[in-house]
C-alpha cells in the first residue's frame, strides 16, 4: 500500500513538474532546443566526438544529427575511437535529461559510463557552427541533382556504426 501511494505522489510531482516546465518553455523563446530528445539505440548509424563532453551522434542515418551534452568528460577522447551507448533505463532508447550514458569501452577494469545531461536535434546552421568551431567537417554534402540514389551523406570522420552495448550496464 506504501508503495502505492509513493509512486502515486511520485506521479503527480512529475506531472506537475512537466507542467511547470512547459508553462516556462513556452513562455521563454520559440527557439529553446529540447535537451530530452531520444534515439533508437539500435539505430545510431555513427558519432563524432568534438570535445570530451560534447559528441553528436547520427540516427537514424546520416541526415539526422544529435548534439550528447555529458555530466562528467570523457577519458582519454580521440577522434576516432570507439563508444559504447548505455540504456541504463533498458527502454531500447537513448535519451538527454535520463540516466542513459556514454562509455569509452577497453580503458580500463572499471569504466563507468558518463550520464548524458542533455540531447538536441542540429539543425543545418548549427552543424556548421560547429563545423566551424571545432574544426571539423560534420555537414552532409549535397547531392548532385543528377546523383544516385544509392550516395550517402557522411561526416567527415567517416565514423563505424555506434555499439548500443554495454558490458556490466
Not at 535519451?95 to 558518463?114: L, N, Q
Not at 571539423?136 to 547531392?143: A, C, G, M, S, Y
Request: with cysteine.
Amino acid at each position: 500500500m506504501k508503495t502505492r501511494i509513493m509512486m502515486i505522489s511520485f506521479f503527480a510531482l512529475l506531472c506537475g513538474g512537466a507542467a511547470f516546465a512547459d508553462g516556462t518553455a513556452s513562455s521563454s523563446s520559440s527557439s529553446a532546443k529540447r535537451e530530452n530528445e531520444c534515439v533508437f539505440s539500435d539505430q545510431i548509424s555513427g558519432w563524432n566526438v568534438l570535445d570530451s563532453r560534447h559528441v553528436i551522434i547520427w540516427s537514424p542515418t546520416y541526415k539526422q544529427a544529435y548534439l550528447m551534452t555529458l555530466i562528467t568528460p570523457l577519458q582519454d577522447t580521440t577522434v576516432s575511437m570507439a563508444l559504447a551507448f548505455v540504456d541504463k533505463d533498458h527502454d531500447g532508447m537513448i535519451c538527454g535529461r535520463s540516466s542513459d550514458g556514454i562509455a569509452v569501452p577497453d580503458t580500463g577494469i572499471h569504466t563507468i559510463p558518463s550520464t548524458i545531461s542533455g540531447m538536441h536535434k542540429v539543425d543545418a546552421a548549427e552543424l556548421q557552427q560547429l563545423s566551424d568551431k571545432y574544426k571539423v567537417n560534420l555537414v552532409p554534402k549535397q547531392k548532385k541533382a543528377k546523383s544516385s540514389a544509392s550516395s550517402v551523406a557522411m561526416p567527415a570522420t567517416g565514423e563505424k556504426p555506434a555499439s548500443t552495448e554495454s558490458k556490466g550496464s
